[in-house]
């Protein structure tokens, strides 16, 4: 046996060698800074050649090049004269820890047959495995190029380990378009990075401008501040899902949009002093971004030189100001909404035709498709509060449903990701239909009722898009002035048209809301799967389910006033009822005026003939839905919401209006009064209709309510008990006062002169 004279002088070691070079090489595994690390797997070798042969075991996506001279040279390697291997990170600068880079006529560009089937990755295109599950928007000063986005995914500081990179070929990245399914399917890739390891960093320090607009805005966190935002994402932030919150996790300074956040979950959480700070916070902001927005030019890009945070900044400001329900404050915002689709259109948002930095290929895949949500969900949620206030304000939309080219967003699982461990394994279960339509595509098949669209696996925020769409149908049909049985008939093919797309749509939300979930395992159900709506909650604790399912019914209420509200549209002409209520409070010039005069008459012969005809009973109905709706309602459905209660959206409280405008209506002006009315000399009626009993789902009592709507001119009709009649109106309104905040004006702007006015608590 040959004598081992030479022997490890490390403590705990004791091995032992022939020779002394085999001992030097021994002693290097010791020291850590000599050991090369695989990027892959994060496995570790103390010879250089230990780690290629392992890297083949990956498979030929990172399996190095052949020994011997390379055909290229990295840019270190040919300014110091030395040996480079010709590898996407060449071996002297992965030990070196420097930064490896090639000339662009030397960059690689495999074959895709170079590549075995089960390597390939839904990510190819990507040059770094890196995740921007922390991204923030790209400095103007960047030039956004290819160099720099590659860039943008980095190792924290004091990692001696570079990003990995894998780069496709141009049929790869033709596959990879925005309309390929696959772009939204990843495989199964676990183990293959460790994600826990990753973390992105900006591709510069120099700061976006437009984020911050006020240095007293520029203040750090503190415990109120952190109160009002988790209120946000509480009661706001799966409504109107804008912001990719793991993109702000670990933002220190308040910027333009957290500010913004925070003014909206101060003026939820209800009390005098929140809400005069979000007032104030309101005025400073619009003040800012109108300040901003006005310097925007036809030359400027969004997304680089108009921020993201900016127009979602704007966004949020627009839709704050439906939720004060002031009069000053939606003035304000209504401009603002102007300026920014203005300002949208002149820099090419919603053109199709515009070509945006995140379509080069090469980009990270997560930090990608953070790009283009970010798109989509400004444009449609633009659209639908551009919507909102066109209901409220009685005013034609500024959008159009054709400007929605982009693409169906994210699920609210997969935006809220919180890190690329869960961004992978949500990433897999996402719908892969909602890359290959556009929203506007979707609206189409909508009205045709194609198969297809009743096949889809819809989600609850597709169907408030969807019923947005009709609104300028309604307007339309609307817009005729004179009422009679023998109405133009087109008036009539195109309101029965529009019926049966709201009725289709609500039989999506109700098989939605009817599903049984028992029967499945929690996320899987079969309707509605709601791992769609996952988010931050902590699944390693009790009860984590029930605030899945209290954001699901959140959205399922907000979506059914929807569709009650465009319903009471539809069959009630609710601009020419809103102006017969403000008849009742008029000026001595009006209540002078001869033309005026006229004008008045002819609008309430038109309600006489309309409270006697099928329509003003169908609308009689949606109202009533509406207010059963806000009797059932709980929005305290987790234990930690202790807070105000009027933390509903803003359009469930204009629907509400909107229900007792109606329900006044068919009071004041129905021709079956009460027993008071005829002083006790009315004939004693048989049957009285209880509006209430049909809330309940019945066959029996379906087939009592047709009847009702077709031949129910001459039966009495209650609603909890009190008789609709001129008598009752005040009491009947009543019942919907209650259910609105004290403060929000827009109830007598929608239904003028019949709420009482109630003492304002001024913030």
């Not at 401008?209 to 503190?222: A, G, H, K």
């Not at 967003?409 to 892969?432: F, K, V």
């Not at 109405?487 to 939300?509: F, N």
């Not at 009847?707 to 009649?725: D, S």
């Amino acid at each position: 046996m040959e004598h081992r004279q030479y022997r490890c002088q490390t403590n705990g070691c004791g091995r032992s060698f022939t020779r002394k070079e085999h001992l030097t090489r021994h002693e290097r595994s010791h020291n850590v800074a000599n050991l090369h690390t695989c990027h892959v797997c994060h496995r570790k070798f103390n010879r250089s050649d230990s780690l290629l042969r392992h890297l083949a075991k990956h498979g030929n996506v990172f399996k190095p090049n052949p020994s011997g001279r390379s055909k290229r040279a990295c840019i270190t390697c040919h300014a110091g004269k030395t040996k480079c291997d010709g590898n996407e990170k060449c071996s002297s600068c992965l030990k070196k820890g420097l930064e490896c880079r090639y000339r662009t006529q030397d960059e690689i560009r495999p074959s895709v047959s170079s590549v075995e089937p089960g390597d390939q990755m839904a990510w190819q295109g990507s040059t770094s495995s890196r995740s921007p599950a922390k991204e923030q928007e790209p400095s103007d000063a960047s030039n956004a190029n290819t160099e720099s986005l590659r860039n943008s995914a980095q190792l924290p500081p004091g990692s001696g380990e570079p990003p990995m990179g894998v780069l496709a070929d141009n049929s790869t990245q033709q596959a990879l378009a925005l309309t390929s399914s696959s772009l939204f399917r990843a495989p199964n890739v676990n183990g293959l990075v460790d994600w826990s390891a990753v973390k992105i960093r900006n591709d510069s320090n120099v700061r976006n401008d437009s984020q911050v607009l006020d240095p007293e805005l520029e203040v750090p966190l503190d415990t109120e501040s952190e109160k009002y935002l988790e209120l946000y994402y509480v009661h706001f932030h799966h409504r109107w899902p804008l912001i990719h919150r793991p993109s702000l996790e670990e933002e220190t300074p308040v910027s333009i949009v957290l500010s913004s956040m925070i003014m909206i979950g101060a003026w939820l959480e209800g009390s005098r002093e929140a809400k005069k700070r979000a007032l104030d916070s309101h005025e400073k902001l619009v003040s800012g971004i109108t300040s901003q927005l006005s310097k925007v030019t036809a030359k400027d890009k969004f997304q680089h030189s108009l921020s993201a945070c900016l127009c979602q900044s704007t966004l949020l400001n627009i839709v704050f100001g439906l939720y004060t329900g002031r009069e000053a404050v939606l003035s304000r915002v209504m401009m603002l909404r102007n300026l920014l689709v203005a300002v949208l259109r002149d820099v090419g948002f919603f053109d199709p035709d515009t070509v945006w930095v995140d379509e080069k290929p090469g980009i990270f895949l997560p930090f990608k498709l953070v790009k283009i949500n970010q798109r989509m969900r400004l444009s449609a949620y633009l659209f639908k509060i551009d919507t909102c206030l066109s209901l409220v304000r009685n005013q034609p939309a500024v959008l159009m449903p054709e400007e929605l080219h982009y693409g169906l967003q994210q699920t609210y699982s997969l935006w809220n990701a919180d890190g690329l461990p869960i961004w992978e394994s949500r990433q897999a279960n996402e719908p892969i239909f909602r890359c290959d339509k556009s929203l506007h595509s979707m609206i189409n098949e909508s009205t045709s009722d194609s198969v297809i669209f009743r096949e889809y696996p819809i989600l609850i925020e597709d169907i408030q898009f969807y019923i947005c769409a009709i609104q300028p149908s309604i307007w339309k049909v609307s817009d005729h002035r004179e009422y009679s049985r023998d109405c133009e008939i087109g008036i009539v093919l195109q309101k029965d048209t529009l019926r049966r797309r709201l009725e289709s749509l609500r039989e999506i939300l109700d098989r939605i809301a009817n599903q049984n979930s028992d029967s499945a395992e929690f996320g899987q159900e079969q309707c509605l799967p709601f791992r769609h709506y996952f988010g931050f909650e902590d699944r390693t604790r009790p009860g984590w389910q029930n605030v899945v399912t209290a954001r699901v019914k959140d959205l399922l209420f907000d979506t059914y006033m929807l569709y009650n509200m465009f319903s009471l549209h539809l069959y009630a002409e609710v601009g020419r009822i809103t102006k017969l209520a403000n008849d009742q409070s008029l000026d001595p010039l009006r209540e002078a005026s001869q033309r005026h005069c006229e004008a008045r008459e002819q609008r309430q012969a038109h309600i006489k003939k309309w409270v006697e005809t099928p329509t003003a009973r169908q609308a009689l109905c949606h109202a009533v839905a509406i207010l059963h709706a806000h009797q059932n309602s709980n929005p305290d459905l987790q234990e930690n919401r202790t807070i105000n209660k009027y933390t509903l959206d803003p359009m469930a409280y204009a629907a509400l209006s909107v229900a007792a405008l109606v329900v006044w209506a068919y009071s004041t002006f129905n021709k079956l009064g009460c027993e008071a009315c005829f002083l006790g000399s009315r004939m004693h009626q048989s049957h009285v209709v209880e509006l209430t009993d049909w809330t309940t789902s019945c066959p029996q009592l379906e087939k009592e309510k047709e009847t009702w709507l077709e031949m129910g001119t001459a039966f009495p009709v209650q609603l909890h008990g009190i008789e609709l009649c001129e008598c009752n109106a005040d009491l009947l309104t009543n019942l919907f006062t209650i259910y609105l905040p004290p403060d929000w004006e827009l109830a007598n702007r929608i239904a003028p002169a019949l709420f009482h006015q109630k003492e304002i608590v001024q913030a």
